[in-house]
């Protein structure tokens, strides 16, 4: 007797799902990756330069906003996708009860839930190309490697979706999300190399910071929008590729174990 | 496996379901054949509703085997739900999607192309009388709107098998014969359909076969009318508080009867005998009807409430 398989192509009728409902709202949705950034460089070009020269990344000085503009593509593939995975997938399965009606089509839970991860982090992409938009314009990701941005933000978005995934498996009310949004993400956010270079932290704390994800997302991000991608973004894209591999497996078994009653 | 006429659509042996040490359904077996309406009945938390979602996958079955068109839940699951139309209890249209869109976004799940997804939406929204609201969102329809929508959607995939659970409970009589219209509609184009109710009417006028399950066990299966004959008999005598007498020399006689709080249900084929009984102990208090299936499902289920 063959047993059907686990996983199939179906799993893109729920994404198309997700990007239908997107799209109802899409303005919405674009605005915030637009606007951030136009507030984020009017803020601390002008009031953060009086107070800070330069920076200095990798051995190269340059300008607070140079720096600063490309972390801000990373920190929103983390947000967008984190967020998805975490809240909104949350309200579709417990409050909207979407899940249980999908399990009575020919999908998995497997399915299910690669596609919600595949949705956060395509989520994560047209933000990152909103904001890379915004960010170009202005004049701060002025090499062609720039367009990297999109994949490296795919890449991100299934990590961070993945994170945010395992997270919902094991989440019994929607207010336990403020536990991982203020453990993990918003330090995260802070520490990782975005706001200010690692090297301006004590080795110790240096140390830690660069193994976090989103440190490795901010790498790429800025050696994206510089010019700069080389043989040491691989390591950074291979460190956000093996949190992926270990929190989608995470993800399904929580999962699985949640919605097969 | 091909399907022949006479193997079953469902076949459910000795199915089991345990929940750490709470049994919640224990072994139950059950056939429905091709073509027929068969229902589930039993008092809350009888374990239907665990049948059910054993039925189409959803819970993994602790015990027994079930097998869907011939090919087993546990390794065919995939193929079993493509050709399966599923109603569940409550509410799980896509609030995020209007009325057109959760059959649209439906049928994408089953794989079906937009053009026959399109084709088979209109005609799903004309048969459940839904087309004037197909852009409405989810929060603008009523509950009986809502239940239609829910069935057009388990059907979208033209299913082999319907499986319905408690399809009319919360809906109000106009929307409840509304949606009966229709299932009788579908069985009538041959759809074969398995439902769950507390209905007891609607259950009799409408399953060709039933069983009734409590604590997880069948205590009855069998064609409606035959079910009422052998477990009540054709008539039913109902006396509001009578006299303590009247139990005892029922209880002497050996005649079937049921008490139902102060009421007392006597039950019996010759109805010259039951008059007999009304005018010698309850000459005003007493009245006399047909015996229905309601009645035996109390006989077999107990009178007392299910909380």
Redesign the interface.
Known sequence: ?????RF?W?FL??W??NL??YR?IWVINFLPPMLEPLFYLLAFGLGFSGLISEVVWHGRAMSYTDFFAPSMLAATVMWQAFLETSYSSFVRMFY???Y?????????VDEIIVAEIVWGATRAVIAAAAMLAVVAALGYAPSWQALAVLPIAFLGGLTFGAMGMAFTSVTSSIDMFNIPVFLVITPMFLFSGTFFPLTGLPAWAAGLASTLPLYHLAELTRSACLGLLGPASLGSAAVLAAFAAVFIPLSLVGMRRRL?? | MEITDEQPVLSVAAAHKT?GTFTAVDSVSFAVRRGECFGLLGPNGAGKTTTI?MI?????ATGGTIQVFGQ?I??????I??R?G?C?Q????????SVL?NLL??A????IKRREAEVRAAELLAFFALEAKKRFQYDELSGGMARRLMLAR?II?RPDLLILDEPTTGLDPQSRNTLWDRLLDLKRQGMTILLTTHAMEEAERFCDRLCIIDHGRVAAEGVPAALVAARAGCYALEVESPEEAMAEHLHEAGIRFDRSGRRLIVYGDDKAALIALRERFCAEAGFIRAATLEDVFLRLTGRELRE
């Open positions: 007797m063959i047993t059907d398989a199939s179906l009728a729920v198309r799902r239908r409902v109802r909207q009860k979407t249980d009606s999908l399990l009575a089509t020919p999908l998995t097969v009653k | 929940y979602r189409y996958g959803f819970s993994p087993d546990r390794t065919g699951f995939r193929r739900r493509a399966l599923v569940q409550g509410n799980t249209l896509d609030p995020d999607l869109e976004v439906f994408s799940y089953f794989g388990a995939n």
